[in-house]
């Protein structure tokens, strides 16, 4: 529920007569939070809190919301009054625990979530504690761990809150551009890796959402548009690839350590956020695996902390918009004044007024595969194809490199056959190729990741 409160006097003019009313005064600001939230062995730091009153039958209440990042306010105003002014179909994208309380300072319910596991109560919470005066909500909140609860979850914090103004304990941004920096630990096969440079830029929209993309690498891959793609096979040395929705959230991780080979693999169920931020020019956070995890036969392990300059993408225009400048667009042409087909430079005119034709890029489905080929499944999103083979993955791995030559695709540095994998890089103009050929029961199996292709549909 929105509170206004004038800051400026207010002037009444009555009978040629200025009355003055009495200022009220500015709207209080909220205090810095601090506290934890823990499920089983991750640990949050709740850095961010808001307070704001919502609806439960014909009562209103006080709600405690906190987070370890920043809360996005707008999106919990809108799932109340979207609900009658109920925010028990909030849930966010994050960590969270929020607290719902009568004004006489009872706690009656709490919810509390992290990306992967949840707890609600209602009642039996005196530990809760809240007083609500002049506009502004503090007090503490503890829950222990119970002793039979299926998740060990707990949270201890404190807070001085006015209605609806969000606080952080985070101090103030320093002004000027940001310096990428990034610090931390990220080993392989027990063996550190020293991640020196990172670099953020807008990722393809994944499940209907804008997403980031991040990358650190060892070596300076700055000058580089797109160093994802060659990050990922040690051209800048070990590497992280990180995909995450704006929020945070982890949906893509790429880990190419040079402990491991020359392959990567892919594992963003072992890492989580443990603080991320994107803003005012700039993204960061923190990231985490909570010790060594195991892919297969190899090791990692992750705790980084970093930041880097990053510029969001400028919104699409509305549907709406859209419509109104192709109207303009109609009526511009028109009201263009014609040409007559007698004119000696009409054709020439005409084609300096239409766009110049892209130079054509090979659709994904043209590309040279094995005639032995099967289950080949295009995978638009991340812009990667795979297939199986009866065929075993070495003599494969020869059949695709002499199919491809034929095509015109070259040879991108050396070939890597082993005996338990082949891995083959390819270009063609600015498209590429980078193929992986593993034996499996039956033959091979192949995975594809390409960069240049068209992959609209034929």
């Known amino acids: 529920m929105q509170r206004i409160i004038t800051c400026a006097a207010a002037v009444v003019w009555l009978s040629s007569t200025a009355v003055v009313l009495p200022a009220q005064e500015a709207r209080p600001e909220s205090k810095p939070i601090e506290g934890t939230l823990t499920f089983g062995k991750r640990v949050y730091k709740l850095t961010y809190a808001v307070a704001y009153e919502t609806n439960r039958g014909n009562e209103t209440y006080i709600s405690v919301l906190a987070s ?8 919990v105003q809108a799932s109340m009054k ?22 006489s300072g009872e706690a009656v319910r709490c919810r509390a979530n992290d990306e992967g596991s949840g707890i609600s109560r209602s009642g039996g919470l005196p530990d809760c504690k809240l007083k609500f005066e002049n506009g502004r909500a503090s007090g503490e909140a503890k829950l222990a761990p119970g002793k039979d609860a299926t998740v060990n979850s707990a949270f201890d914090f404190q807070w001085d809150l006015a209605l609806d103004a969000p606080a952080t304990s985070k101090p103030p941004k320093p002004a000027g551009p940001v310096k990428p920096s990034v610090s931390g630990t990220f080993k392989g096969n027990g063996k550190p890796a020293k991640l020196a440079f990172i670099s953020a830029r807008p990722g393809e929209p994944f499940d209907g959402h804008s997403s980031i993309l991040l990358v650190f690498t060892e070596k300076d891959h700055s000058k580089d548009p797109k160093p994802d793609f060659k ?25 190419a350590h040079a402990a491991h080979g020359r392959m990567p693999f892919s594992s963003s169920g072992s890492l989580r956020t443990v603080a991320f931020e994107a803003e005012d020019g700039r993204v960061e956070g923190e990231f985490k695996t909570d010790g060594e995890q195991k892919f297969f036969e190899k090791t990692w392990e992750v705790d980084l902390k970093f930041v880097a300059p990053y510029t969001a993408p400028a919104a699409k225009p509305t549907a709406a918009a859209s419509a109104n400048a192709k109207k303009k667009a109609a009526e511009t042409t028109a009201q263009a004044k014609p040409r007559k087909k007698s004119d ?7 084609d300096e007024a239409r766009p110049a034709k892209a130079a054509d890029a090979l659709n994904v489905k043209d590309l040279a595969i094995p005639k032995s080929a099967t289950d080949v499944v295009y995978k638009k999103i991340v812009e990667q194809m795979t297939f199986k083979s009866a065929t075993g993955h070495q003599v494969l791995a020869g059949e695709f490199s002499k199919a491809l030559a034929a095509h015109g695709w070259k040879t991108d540095g050396s070939d890597l056959v082993a005996a338990k994998s082949a891995i083959l890089k390819r270009t063609r103009g600015k498209a590429n190729l980078t193929i992986f050929v593993k ?12 960069e240049g292709l068209d992959w609209g549909e034929k």
């Open 68 to 75: 370890d990042r920043k809360i996005l306010f707008d999106q």
């Open 82 to 103: 979207r609900n009658a002014g109920s925010d028990e179909e909030v849930s966010l994208n994050q960590p969270f625990v929020v607290i719902m309380f009568r004004k």
């Open 231 to 255: 990050a990922g096979f040690g051209d800048y040395g070990s590497a992280l690839v990180i995909s995450v929705f704006e929020d945070g959230k982890i949906f893509g991780c790429q880990v």
């Open 344 to 350: 000696p430079d009409d054709d020439e005119d005409d």
């Open 439 to 450: 034996p499996a029961d039956k033959g091979s199996t192949v995975t594809i990741m390409t």
